[in-house]
Nanobody
């Protein structure tokens, strides 16, 4: 079994910072792209930032220059450093990872999601 466990959400004032972490565990062989998505009330889940195994990054326009995604391949962990937070960043943040894992001597690949962590920004 593979699971993603997130941490680091919370309440912060506008202009403040938070750092999210997401650790993958289980019968992992390798992890391709890891990323962060968010879903605000009444809106669809959308990509915030992603990072490939070799650290190529991609950001939503709304967070460029404020958020930084990074990963530690040895720890199977992805991070999201969020600076200059705004009320419009309020959402539940989910991590996502494309994971190769072993099961019954077979190699399998699928997307996994974390449980979500709430980020709230007060104005």
């Amino acid at each position: 079994q593979v699971q993603l466990v997130e941490s680091g959400g919370g309440l912060v004032q506008a202009g403040g910072s938070l750092r999210l972490s997401c650790a993958a565990s289980g019968s992992i062989v390798s992890i391709n792209t890891m990323g962060w998505y968010r879903q605000a009330p009444g809106k669809q889940r959308s990509l915030v930032a992603s990072i490939t195994f070799d650290s190529t990054t991609n950001y939503a326009d709304s967070v460029k220059g404020r958020f930084t995604v990074s990963r530690d391949n040895a720890k199977n962990t992805v991070y999201l450093q969020m600076n200059s937070l705004k009320p419009e960043d309020i959402a539940v943040y989910y991590c996502n990872a494309e994971i190769w894992y072993s099961s019954d001597t077979k190699l399998n690949r699928r997307d996994y999601w974390g449980q979500g962590t709430q980020v709230t920004v007060s104005s």
